[in-house]
């Protein structure tokens, strides 16, 4: 599965306010398969998982726990 960080202006203000991350993948993996991948790729927990279609193109917004701060994994992708 790919999973490509995406570094856009909301997507970093997502990762400040709501502990989120924004990946855009392939319209073919669910959002049970986005959160393993991400929990296999990076030491954390995922809270939830919400898509959204755009074109032909699905950007995943995964929400972590609490526990874990999105900025660090945005970090080590040098995203920030």
Same mark, same amino acid.
């Given at each position: 599965?790919?999973?490509?960080?995406?570094? /856009?202006? &909301?997507? %970093?203000?997502q990762?400040?306010?709501?502990?989120?991350?924004?990946?855009? /993948?392939?319209?073919?993996?669910?959002? %049970?398969?986005? $959160?393993?991948? %991400?929990? &296999?790729?990076?030491?954390?927990? %995922?809270e $939830?998982?919400?898509?959204?279609?755009?074109?032909?193109? &699905?950007?995943?917004?995964? &929400?972590?726990?609490?526990?874990?701060?999105?900025?660090?994994?945005a970090? /080590?992708?040098?995203?920030?």
């Amino acid at each position: 599965m790919i999973l490509k960080p995406i570094t /856009t202006e &909301k997507a %970093v203000k997502q990762i400040e306010l709501d502990n989120t991350l924004l990946f855009a /993948t392939d319209r073919i993996y669910s959002k %049970v398969e986005i $959160k393993k991948e %991400v929990e &296999k790729t990076f030491p954390v927990k %995922v809270e $939830k998982v919400r898509t959204l279609i755009k074109g032909n193109k &699905k950007y995943a917004y995964v &929400k972590l726990n609490p526990a874990n701060r999105a900025i660090d994994i945005a970090t /080590t992708l040098g995203m920030m």
